[in-house]
């Protein structure tokens, strides 16, 4: 699914965000990204959906080499890939449904089918009840939500999350975290870059430990830091 | 459908950025407006000049004299020969009896010329008509060249000084239209730029979901239509009353004034000035969001 190899990237500011990383992730694998701020995490999940280029070193998502597209066919490999954010990201003179919908309806979708899809995205993250809202009535898991809805609602084969609990109380970082694992049993790469450490350890997921830069680990079945 | 789907969604997004930005709309509307006012002034102004010396230059011939009278067959040679030299379109022989007859009829209510000059003075002569005023020079010339021919005239200078002039107003005044476009380009762009800014995450979204940067696009360059057609169309609506009022008041007191009054070319420039108005708008609309598409 994921293919990072030899991956350098440093900043025209001169920080060196990553250097010579290597990463295989399979198909519908759960990882959790971890290290201290300034590791490399955004950075590497930027590099996936192309947000960033690295200056050496190739990736490969979903058999596309991300680091050799033309930038307008950019805009087909990030629909294959839903991001989720610390911050959600919601735009907030739209509803929570438009929100979620806007995904699709700025792809090019049919009525009909920004419909639908819109309401089973709505459905899975249990927010199909407040669809008429606006993000500032919402709490912020509320929020957080529904923008994995909206991540989600084109049925990417691959999911970013961003710090997802960065802003989130323990018990409603569960439930996200809950959520997180159901959308991946549902066929769906999930790659979640956290500072959370309850929530590692007792997911037993594969563990990528990030520090400056470099990878200091790469556990099957891990905890936050290495016992 | 889908297609409709889409401008739907691009209609709404453009009307809400020109009414978020609202009073920078109107002003960019106003300044449109002013700048196609001017734009369509210069037009019409041009097209008259062209106007008055076309008809000038269809006034103008060359005429050229010969020492003695010819035979007619002597003067059916030499329009032949005339007729050959490039550029010429035709060539009239003119005899000295109907040369006066047309004098006198002229002349003939301001003075009595037969009792002043008494008996016929004029040669036979050629009229000899160009296909371009600009040319009469050059031909001219050539006509001199021949034998039978005793004094070439035309009035060449004044033809040359008015190309002249009118070659120094056209460029003038494109130069006058350039700068007029991208100041008014400029205006646009940053007001529609305000829109963008106020978008900024809605592109973020919109770029990360997957969106292509022409669907990101297009709200902005209709939103930039919205505003040049306006501006458009209030530029038309001052300049074509202004237009008929003016020329309506010229021809009362000029009538001899070649003015152009041709529904048709009229209407060609009305359209211009509409279309430039559009496609300013389109263009700023295109240039505002470029930066935020740039991909990596």
């Known amino acids: 699914m994921i293919e990072i190899k030899n991956v350098s990237k440093s900043y025209p500011n001169g920080v060196e965000a990553l250097f010579d990383i290597n990463i295989h992730i399979g198909k519908e694998e759960f990882v959790f990204i971890v290290g201290p701020s300034g590791a490399g995490k955004t950075t590497l999940m930027k590099m996936l959906y192309r947000e960033e280029l690295p200056n050496s070193g190739t990736v490969i998502v979903d058999r596309i080499n991300v680091t050799e ?83 989600i609602v084109n049925n990417p084969t691959l999911l970013l999350a961003d710090e997802p609990t960065g802003n989130l109380d323990p018990t409603t970082s569960w439930e996200i975290m809950e959520l997180l694992d159901k959308i991946n049993r549902r066929n769906t790469t999930v790659l979640v870059a956290t500072h959370n450490k309850s929530i590692v350890d007792s997911m037993k997921r594969r563990v990528v430990q990030l520090e400056g830069g470099r990878i200091m680990r790469d556990q099957q079945l891990g905890g936050y830091s290495q016992v | 459908m889908r297609i409709f789907g889409d401008l739907e969604f691009f209609v ?93 009829d002229d002349f003939t209510q301001k003075l009595d010329l037969a009792t002043i000059v008494g008996e016929n003075p004029l040669p036979d002569s050629f009229a000899i008509k160009v296909r371009t005023p600009d040319i009469l020079p050059r031909v001219a010339e050539a006509v001199a060249q021949y034998p039978e021919v005793d004094e070439v005239r035309y009035s060449g200078k004044l033809i040359k000084q008015i190309q002249t002039l009118l070659d120094a107003l056209r460029l003038g005044g494109a130069v006058l239209v350039v700068l007029l476009f991208f100041a008014t380009l400029l205006i646009v762009v940053n007001t529609i730029r305000l829109t963008v800014l106020a978008r900024e995450t809605d592109i973020y979204i919109m770029k990360l979901v997957g969106a292509t940067r022409s669907f990101i696009r297009w709200p902005f360059v209709i939103e930039g239509i919205l505003i040049g057609v306006l501006g458009g169309l209030l530029g038309i609506l001052i300049l074509k009353p202004s237009y008929d009022a003016v020329t309506n008041r010229l021809q009362v007191g000029l009538p001899f004034l070649p003015l152009m009054t041709d529904k048709f070319t009229l209407n060609v420039i009305y359209l211009m000035v509409g279309l430039s108005g559009m496609l300013l708008g389109m263009l700023g609309g295109y240039i505002s969001v470029s930066r935020l598409l740039k991909e990596k």
Not at chain 1, 71 to 77: F, H, I, M, S
Not at chain 2, 30 to 37: D, E, M, Q, R
């Open chain 2, 12 to 104: 709404v997004e453009a009307f809400r950025g020109v009414r978020r930005s609202g009073v920078m709309s109107l002003v960019a509307i106003g300044i449109v407006t002013v700048s196609l006012f001017i734009f369509g002034l210069f037009l019409l102004f041009m097209v008259n000049l062209g106007n008055m010396v076309s008809e000038m230059g269809s006034r103008l011939d060359i005429v050229a004299y010969v020492e003695k009278a010819v035979t007619p067959d002597e003067a059916a040679a030499i329009t032949e020969k005339l007729s050959h030299i490039t550029g010429v379109e035709k060539v009239r022989y003119v005899s000295r009896e109907e040369a006066w007859r047309s004098f006198r």
């Open chain 1, 69 to 151: 597209l033309l930038p307008e066919q950019v805009p087909y490999l990030r629909r294959a890939i839903g991001v989720v954010f610390q911050d959600y990201k919601l735009l907030p003179r739209r509803t929570v449904y438009e929100n979620v919908a806007f995904a699709l309806q700025v792809t090019g979708a049919a009525r009909s089918q920004i419909r639908r899809h819109t309401m089973q995205a709505l459905e899975l993250v249990n927010m199909l009840k407040r669809a008429s809202s606006f993000p500032e009535e919402l709490s912020g898991g509320e929020k957080q939500r529904v923008c994995i809805a909206r991540a």
